[in-house]
């Protein structure tokens, strides 16, 4: 073999040695949340379309329950496994990053946030007053009512305040021969939020909250919760509620009045059909002219020892700003399937068929006015709501006095917070 055919041979395998080594294997995103295949499948399309536009990306989905997500998190973080991409709810934020799991977003995403997000939600993404994700699903609370038993009742509007909910639960209300509750003018339910968050909402309709401002300690002692709570417990000592009336029988005509979230419209569709227009009525809280509704949300965030955080960050930009004018993002398309709320601008005008109907367009309304409140992210939540719920239904069911109750849970959730996190 002469000289100059052994150097092209040579040659070729150094420029093929060389091309290899450059070779970039694809990126693989893995998207943690909790809904299921079929919740997803919109934003799953979306992640197929992000493929074939970048062809260096793959994207894999992690799909948890949500009651199992944290422990998860935990879990996947000690055996090195964590996702690049988390679902966050709002209220395990604290948690998050009190654990160093979530990255801030650059400054080009929080300024995207900042402009592109009402702020009510900018702010439930916010711990230690730095911002750490991208809005997602919003949820917040109403008065919802049945036309049909308000008309029955010859009841002309919604109550405007708890006395005018007690007085019309007094007119729906049914009682059998022995007394027991048939039709609850109003109902609670079973879980903790069916309790916590109606509370909630009534208390920021009085101009206060439950926790104090340095979170040191609680409202709970004073008058307005006081006052909420004997409210309340007085539905069930009047007869006009029952511990077995609970908001999922609101579709069967057994109960005139909720507070209840947006997300209960799809619950509506399934018992109602097309008699939901006919049957629901949204109002606005009765909590006085200046009422105000809790709202929780989750956010989109990426984990901080991620090794891809950049395509992350733009993945989920992308995710989230409209592909073409006057359509919704991704992430907007899959909550308006799943029958949730989004607190993008963008697809929220783009979505005025799908929320303005007279079942969401109070809650938009109510999101987009400043009326929607949230606490502050605290670790303790979960654990502060579990007491208040206890609490609530002791007073619920007579076994204490509202006062004493709450004094119980400002004692136990002061403890509480006290205790190193």
Same mark, same amino acid.
């Given at each position: 073999?002469?000289?100059?055919?052994?150097?092209?041979?040579?040659?070729?395998?150094?420029? *093929?040695?060389?091309?290899?080594?450059?070779?970039?294997?694809?990126?693989?995103?893995?998207?943690?949340?909790?809904?299921?295949?079929?919740?997803?499948?919109?934003?799953?399309?979306?992640?197929?379309?992000? #493929?074939?536009?970048?062809?260096?990306? @793959?994207?894999?989905?992690?799909?948890?329950?949500?009651?199992?997500?944290?422990?998860?998190?935990?879990?996947?973080?000690?055996?090195? !496994?964590? /996702?690049?991409?988390?679902? %966050?709810?709002?209220?395990? *934020?604290?948690?998050?990053?009190?654990?160093?799991?979530?990255? #801030?977003?650059?400054?080009?995403?929080?300024?995207?946030?900042? =402009?592109?997000?009402?702020?009510?939600?900018?702010?439930?993404?916010? %711990?230690?007053?730095?911002?750490?994700?991208?809005?997602?699903? %919003?949820?917040?609370?109403?008065?919802?009512?049945?036309?049909?038993?308000?008309?029955?009742?010859?009841?002309?509007?919604? /109550?405007?305040?708890?006395?005018?909910?007690?007085?019309?639960?007094?007119?729906?209300?049914? @009682? &059998?021969?022995?007394?027991?509750?048939? %039709?609850?003018?109003?109902?609670?339910?079973?879980?903790?939020?069916?309790?916590?968050?109606?509370?909630?909402?009534?208390?920021?309709?009085? *101009?206060?909250?439950?926790?104090?401002?340095?979170?040191?300690?609680?409202?709970?002692?004073?008058?307005?919760?006081?006052?909420?709570?004997? *409210?309340?417990?007085?539905?069930?000592?009047?007869?006009?509620?029952?511990?077995?009336?609970?908001?999922?029988?609101?579709?069967?005509?057994?109960?005139?009045?909720?507070?209840?979230?947006?997300?209960?419209?799809?619950?509506?569709? #399934?018992?109602? +059909?097309?008699?939901?227009?006919?049957?629901?009525?949204?109002? /606005?809280?009765?909590?006085?002219? &200046?009422?105000?509704?809790?709202?929780?949300?989750?956010?989109?965030?990426?984990?901080?020892?991620?090794?891809?955080?950049?395509?992350?960050?733009?993945?989920?930009?992308?995710?989230?700003? /409209?592909?073409?004018?006057?359509?919704?993002?991704?992430? +907007?398309?899959?909550?308006? !399937?799943?029958?949730?709320?989004?607190?993008?601008?963008?697809?929220? =005008?783009?979505?005025?068929? $799908?929320?303005?109907?007279?079942?969401? !367009?109070?809650?938009? #309304?109510?999101?987009?006015?400043?009326?929607?409140?949230?606490?502050?992210?605290?670790?303790?939540?979960?654990?502060?709501?579990?007491?208040?719920?206890? !609490?609530?239904?002791?007073?619920?069911?007579?076994?204490?006095?509202?006062?004493?109750?709450?004094?119980?849970?400002?004692? $136990?959730?002061?403890?509480?917070?006290?205790?190193?996190?």
């Amino acid at each position: 073999m002469n000289t100059a055919r052994r150097y092209a041979i040579s040659l070729l395998g150094v420029l *093929g040695l060389t091309s290899g080594a450059f070779a970039q294997e694809p990126v693989t995103l893995t998207f943690a949340a909790h809904y299921t295949d079929t919740e997803m499948a919109p934003l799953t399309a979306c992640f197929r379309r992000y #493929e074939s536009e970048n062809p260096g990306i @793959r994207i894999d989905y992690r799909q948890t329950p949500i009651a199992d997500f944290m422990q998860n998190v935990m879990t996947s973080r000690v055996a090195g !496994a964590s /996702p690049d991409i988390y679902n %966050v709810y709002s209220i395990w *934020g604290k948690r998050l990053v009190d654990n160093a799991i979530l990255a #801030e977003p650059p400054e080009d995403i929080a300024d995207f946030i900042s =402009a592109n997000f009402e702020a009510s939600t900018v702010r439930s993404a916010v %711990v230690d007053d730095r911002l750490w994700g991208i809005p997602a699903e %919003v949820a917040l609370y109403m008065l919802i009512y049945n036309k049909k038993l308000f008309a029955e009742a010859g009841i002309a509007e919604p /109550p405007k305040d708890w006395a005018g909910v007690l007085d019309a639960a007094a007119k729906i209300a049914k @009682r &059998d021969d022995l007394g027991r509750v048939e %039709v609850a003018g109003y109902a609670f339910g079973p879980s903790v939020a069916n309790a916590a968050h109606p509370f909630r909402t009534l208390l920021f309709s009085k *101009g206060t909250s439950i926790l104090t401002d340095d979170l040191a300690g609680t409202h709970l002692t004073e008058a307005p919760a006081v006052e909420i709570l004997e *409210g309340q417990a007085k539905l069930f000592r009047d007869g006009l509620t029952s511990a077995s009336h609970q908001i999922r029988d609101f579709p069967a005509g057994r109960i005139g009045m909720i507070i209840g979230a947006n997300w209960m419209k799809q619950l509506m569709r #399934e018992g109602l +059909g097309d008699k939901l227009d006919e049957t629901v009525g949204v109002a /606005p809280i009765p909590g006085g002219p &200046d009422w105000k509704t809790y709202q929780y949300s989750f956010y989109q965030g990426v984990d901080a020892n991620s090794a891809h955080g950049p395509q992350a960050w733009a993945l989920l930009r992308w995710l989230n700003t /409209p592909q073409d004018e006057g359509k919704r993002s991704c992430v +907007g398309d899959m909550l308006v !399937a799943l029958g949730s709320l989004t607190a993008n601008k963008a697809d929220l =005008a783009a979505s005025t068929a $799908e929320f303005g109907d007279a079942f969401t !367009a109070p809650f938009v #309304e109510a999101l987009r006015s400043g009326r929607a409140v949230g606490d502050p992210n605290i670790a303790q939540t979960p654990e502060m709501d579990r007491i208040l719920r206890t !609490a609530i239904e002791e007073a619920w069911l007579g076994r204490k006095s509202p006062a004493d109750a709450l004094a119980g849970a400002d004692r $136990e959730i002061t403890d509480l917070l006290a205790l190193p996190q």
